[in-house]
C-alpha cells in the first residue's frame, strides 16, 4: 500500500519536471517558484 502511494508521487513529480521552468528553476523567488509548479499541476490535471 506505500509503495503505491510512494510511486503516484515519484510519477507526479518525474510529470512535473518534464516543464522546463519547473526543472531548471528559472524563477528567483520561492513565490514564483510555487506558481509555476501550481500551473504545471494544473495543466497535467485537466490533460
Do not use: D, P
Not at 503516484?8 to 506558481?35: D, G, H, M, W
Request: contains cysteine; hydrophobic residues 45%; aromatic residues 12%.
Amino acid at each position: 500500500h506505500l509503495y503505491a502511494q510512494r510511486h503516484l508521487i515519484e510519477c507526479c513529480f518525474s510529470k512535473l519536471k518534464q516543464f522546463r521552468r519547473v526543472a531548471t528553476r528559472y524563477e528567483k523567488t520561492a513565490r514564483n517558484y510555487l506558481s509555476v509548479v501550481i500551473l504545471a499541476a494544473t495543466i497535467l490535471w485537466l490533460r
